[in-house]
């Protein structure tokens, strides 16, 4: 006879035949890479979910023996990766301006004047032309658009085009007028209406100016907004991004994020930082920062601030003059005493402060306005970040460390901007400029985005311009400045682990490593065996946030 004790393991080795971990999901066969949470890189065959969270990852053998009842996917050895996070982004800008005239392709003048007169014909019954993406750069134009130029292809309707970085916008004359805006009308504080011969406004508007025309633009409705973010959420899926610190939003804006994440309608995980220190911050933070709403989806306890424009339009702040516009040094948007008001005000509520700088000037003045505020406020601990970090002081790169702040750059910048930023700024200043690698060398965090939509939001563009430093044509040979190159994995650091760093979410998000979210990615290549010149064609295959497939190529969800 069997003793009692041996029947009963019988009995509970069949009940529970393998030891069974609990796990609705099995990711099997997968070539899967991640970061542990020490920043090594590490490789797995199969990986186990429960309830939307990872429960381990390892050999298949292992992890089939712990699988018990889970379903089971194939990943027929394809590679798995953590979901990218783009630390620098605009949601609700992508989802516009997959609405709007998108002039970004146009390589000449004549080819986006052949696009907007297209996109008017198609929208005739919009009441204004909306659009976004052209650069005269490009165009090898050697001075702004004008609006008679507009007029010819656009006619009496009211045209809007922002440029590609957001900082100067290109009017019709139907538009300037309903702004009000004549010869007589001033530049205003932190802006520059363009002008012709007689002072005439000559289109484009920059910085502050922009304010002008954008004042009578109607507004997105609450419907048009829903769809914009529809259609941002679907490409950033289609990207392989699940996280997404979207760099300014408003209190509207967040409404809408809260609105999906209560209806588990966000596919990506949003650290929103609310645009300034005005009534829309007052407002939310009466009732304090939020963390992981709505099932982790959505943060609210960062605030961006702005404290010059861009390099493109000569609005970045530079210490010294342009070396291509000797009389100009662009503009700070407020005096150390208002930004470091702005910066204290945030801090003292317990909100992370992330300042948009891009010339050296800014830099420094958001690096001394940083060190004032933490003195009176404290704060340091909250992670607080440069947006750019872009043309910085060789002397100012050690205070990033000594004052704890991240850098959030964005690699593909470097090479949109080389040739011109070079114009820019001449080839001493160059040397600080996107500058990630000795940012890293000295101990900085960087946290990679894109500054999508002013860039693709295709994170494997920004792997590459941050390992090769060439365009994706393979310009210049050898990179360009390739001493500030990225390693590979560093520069896959910067966009899962760091950048969840970047956003007090790193106990969450970033790896895949046991009782995070479950977001990860499969892709068509092994990225870390894959030529570097081939990396920023990789293509995303499943994108899943959480356990759930938000994602497969070529299939609707
Ligand atoms: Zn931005």
């Given at each position: 006879m069997m003793p009692i004790?041996?029947?009963?393991?019988?009995?509970?080795?069949?009940?529970?035949?393998?030891?069974?971990?609990?796990?609705?999901?099995?990711?099997?066969?997968?070539?899967?890479?991640?970061?542990?949470?020490?920043?090594?890189?590490?490789?797995?065959?199969?990986?186990?979910?429960?309830?939307?969270?990872?429960?381990?990852?390892?050999?298949?053998?292992?992890?089939?023996?712990?699988?018990?009842?889970?379903?089971?996917?194939?990943?027929?050895?394809?590679?798995?990766?953590?979901g990218l996070i783009d630390a620098h982004g605009h949601i609700m800008g992508l989802g516009t301006m997959k609405r709007q005239a998108d002039l970004t392709s146009a390589k000449s003048l004549d080819?986006?004047?052949?696009?907007?007169?297209?996109?008017?014909?198609?929208?005739?019954?919009?009441?204004?032309?909306?659009?976004?993406g052209w650069n005269q750069v490009i165009w090898k134009l050697g001075r702004f658009p004008t609006a008679k130029e507009l007029d010819a292809v656009a006619g009496d309707r009211p045209v809007w085009l922002e440029r590609v970085d957001g900082h100067a916008g290109w009017a019709n004359s139907a538009a300037i007028q309903l702004a009000g805006v004549d010869r007589n009308t001033p530049d205003p504080a932190g802006g520059?209406?363009?002008?012709?011969?007689?002072?005439?406004?000559?289109?484009?508007?920059?910085?502050?100016?922009?304010?002008?025309?954008?004042?009578?633009?109607?507004?997105?409705?609450?419907?048009?907004?829903?769809a914009a973010l529809d259609a941002a959420l679907a490409e950033?899926?289609?990207?392989g991004l699940t996280g997404v610190h979207d760099a300014g939003v408003d209190a509207q804006t967040i409404a809408l994020y809260q609105r999906y994440a209560d209806e588990r309608r966000l596919t990506v995980r949003i650290h929103a930082m609310i645009a300034g220190t005005g009534a829309d911050f007052d407002a939310l933070a009466a009732k304090g920062p939020l963390s992981g709403y709505g099932g982790g989806h959505l943060d609210v306890r960062s605030v961006k601030l702005l404290a010059d424009g861009a390099l493109g339009s000569r609005g970045a702040a530079l210490l010294a003059p342009y070396s291509d516009d000797p009389a100009n040094r662009g503009l700070l948007f407020h005096s150390p005493d208002e930004l470091t008001a702005m910066i204290g005000k945030a801090l003292a509520k317990g909100y992370q402060v992330g300042v948009h700088a891009i010339g050296d000037a800014a830099n420094r003045e958001v690096l001394d306005s940083f060190e004032a505020a933490f003195a009176k406020h404290g704060g340091r601990e909250l992670r607080n970040r440069i947006e750019h970090a872009q043309v910085v002081a060789l002397a100012d790169i050690p205070r990033f460390k000594s004052l704890g702040l991240v850098a959030s750059m964005q690699p593909v910048h470097a090479t949109s901007d080389m040739n011109m930023a070079e114009d820019r700024v001449g080839g001493e200043r160059i040397k600080g400029a996107y500058a990630w690698r000795t940012?890293?060398?000295?101990?900085?965090?960087?946290?990679?985005?894109?500054?999508?939509?002013?860039?693709?939001?295709?994170?494997?563009?920004?792997?590459?311009?941050?390992?090769?430093?060439?365009?994706?044509?393979?310009?210049?040979?050898?990179?360009?400045?390739?001493?500030?190159?990225?390693?590979?994995?560093?520069?896959?650091r910067a966009f899962t682990l760091d950048a969840a760093w970047a956003a007090r979410r790193e106990d969450v998000q970033g790896t895949l490593e046991a009782g995070k979210f479950a977001d990860f990615i499969l892709v068509d290549r092994d990225i870390f065996a894959e030529a570097p010149s081939r990396l920023w064609s990789t293509v995303v295959l499943e994108t899943w946030v959480g356990g759930k497939r938000v994602y497969a190529r070529g299939e609707a969800i």
């Open positions: 004790r041996c029947l009963a393991l019988l009995l509970a080795s069949l009940i529970a035949p393998h030891a069974a971990t609990a796990a609705d999901l099995l990711l099997d066969h997968v070539n899967g890479y991640t970061l542990d949470s020490s920043g090594k890189l590490k490789r797995f065959e199969a990986m186990l979910v429960d309830d939307g969270k990872v429960v381990a990852i390892g050999q298949r053998e292992a992890m089939r023996k712990r699988a018990d009842g889970a379903k089971i996917v194939d990943g027929q050895g394809r590679t798995l990766l953590p080819e986006a004047l052949a696009q907007i007169r297209a996109f008017a014909s198609a929208n005739a019954g919009s009441a204004w032309i909306v659009g976004r520059r209406i363009e002008r012709g011969a007689e002072g005439h406004p000559s289109g484009v508007f920059v910085d502050s100016a922009m304010d002008l025309v954008t004042s009578k633009v109607p507004p997105l409705t609450p419907k048009q907004n829903a950033l899926a289609r990207m940012f890293l060398d000295q101990g900085t965090v960087i946290a990679a985005g894109s500054d999508f939509p002013v860039e693709s939001p295709n994170p494997f563009h920004g792997l590459y311009a941050a390992v090769t430093r060439q365009d994706q044509a393979g310009k210049p040979p050898g990179g360009w400045y390739p001493a500030q190159e990225l390693g590979r994995v560093e520069a896959f």
